[in-house]
Structures are given as structure tokens and as C-alpha cells.
């Protein structure tokens, strides 16, 4: 079964301090993982997928096919990336499932 | 660019009505998705259209939900009729698949309030 899991519901970290939401997937075959954002008033959109292994807006992620996750970090959190977050998962024949998201809460 | 374009942004509708959402995804976009989006979870997918061919509709509740892509580029989701269980977000998604599996670009998607 095609599963992703977002363990945790809100997440506040305060300015400047590092950033790790927890994704992690259950799937049998060879995944595409993606970590979508919603910020406040926006629709939906891609920041970043493991295949292109860049960072966006100072987001990174790394799959680790042992331990079945996807973590999405950043070294030091801005009061702009605030927003949910949502990790996705895809299989070969195009269906992309979306775990039930992280509230980022950045403190001032 | 307008991106994917959803209509109605809001809807209020009393239980047993029937309502109808349209999606006109980016053009070019051959791959249409259909997610609902229930109160504090993930989007869900519901129907998957490649061109005008539904080739996933395995989430579909087919009892009182339908869709169509007539031409392969607009489409039309309904629900007939509606239950209290339906309020939620409906989003609609496009993509052009570029590699196996292409980025999603995502309406505002449509606010269904059943009373």
C-alpha cells in the first residue's frame, strides 16, 4: 500500500533556529518524493522534489530509501516560512498521495 | 499565465442539492487531478484524467460523484446529491508529466459548505 506519514500536526521553532519536518512514506516500489507548501491566502505548489537533490528558498531533503523517509530541514528558519507543508509521494503510474501535513509556526 | 482556473471559489448548498465544480487546468496539461481536501488533512485524490480518459477513479465515490473531461481540457466534478460529509475543499490540479511524474500546479481551489 501507498502510504505517507506526517507525524507531527504543528511545529513551532523560533527565528533563526533550525527547521526538520518528518515525512515518511510506505511504498513498495521505486518512489518520487516531493515536499509541497501552502502559505497563508496561496493555493498549493511544489517547493522541492528528491529527484533534482537542489534547495529552494534554503529547504533540503534527502531520501533515505533504509529508514523510508524524507525529512525536509533548514539550517535556519525565517517568520516567511511559515505555512503548511505538505509531503507527497508518487508511483510509477502517476498517482500522487499527500500525507495529512506540518503546521510551521516560526516565533518572532 | 493564469494558472489552473476553478469555479465556483465558494459554495453553500443545503444536503440533497446538487452542485458542479469546473476546473480549466494550464494548457497543455494533458494530466488532470481532481483532490478533495477535508478540515485539517491532506488533499485526497479522487479522479485522475490523461487527456479525456478517467484512469483513476478508484476513489471516486461513483454513488453520488461524477467527473468529465469532455476534449480533454476543461472538466466538470459533481456531486448529486450532496451530504453533510461533503464539505471540504476541491481542488483541481494539472500537469504535463514532464518525466515519469511531473509537478503538480494546483487551483485555489473550491470551498463546498453543505448545511
Known amino acids: 500500500a501507498q502510504r505517507v506519514t506526517q507525524p507531527e500536526k504543528l511545529l513551532s521553532v523560533f527565528k533563526g533556529a533550525p527547521v526538520e519536518l518528518k515525512c515518511n512514506y510506505s511504498y513498495s516500489g521505486s518512489p518520487e518524493l516531493f515536499w509541497y507548501v501552502q502559505y497563508s491566502r496561496q493555493r498549493l505548489q511544489l517547493l522541492l522534489r528528491h529527484i533534482s537533490r537542489e534547495s529552494i528558498k534554503g529547504f533540503t531533503a534527502d531520501l533515505n530509501k533504509g529508514e523510508t523517509s524524507f525529512h525536509l530541514k533548514k539550517p535556519f528558519a525565517q517568520e516567511e516560512d511559515s505555512a503548511m507543508y505538505y509531503c507527497a509521494l508518487g508511483n510509477r503510474d502517476d498517482k500522487i498521495i499527500f500525507g495529512k501535513g506540518t503546521r510551521l509556526h516560526i516565533l518572532p | 499565465e493564469a494558472g489552473v482556473v476553478q469555479s465556483p471559489r465558494y459554495k453553500i448548498i443545503e444536503k440533497k442539492q446538487p452542485v458542479a465544480f469546473w476546473c480549466n487546468p494550464i494548457s497543455g496539461h494533458n494530466t488532470l487531478y481532481w483532490y478533495r481536501q477535508n478540515l485539517g488533512q491532506g488533499p485526497e ?71
Do not use: H
Not at chain 2, 51 to 66: G, H, M, Y
Not at chain 2, 96 to 115: N, Q
Open chain 2, 45 to 115: 485524490l479522487l479522479i485522475r484524467y490523461e487527456n479525456e480518459e478517467a484512469v483513476d477513479d478508484s476513489q471516486l465515490p461513483k454513488d453520488r460523484f461524477s467527473a468529465e473531461r469532455l476534449k480533454g481540457v476543461d472538466s466538470t466534478l459533481k456531486i448529486q446529491p450532496a451530504e453533510l460529509g461533503d464539505s471540504a475543499v476541491y481542488l483541481c490540479a494539472s500537469s504535463d508529466r514532464t518525466g515519469r511524474t511531473g509537478e503538480l500546479f494546483f487551483g485555489e481551489g473550491s470551498r463546498l459548505t453543505v448545511l
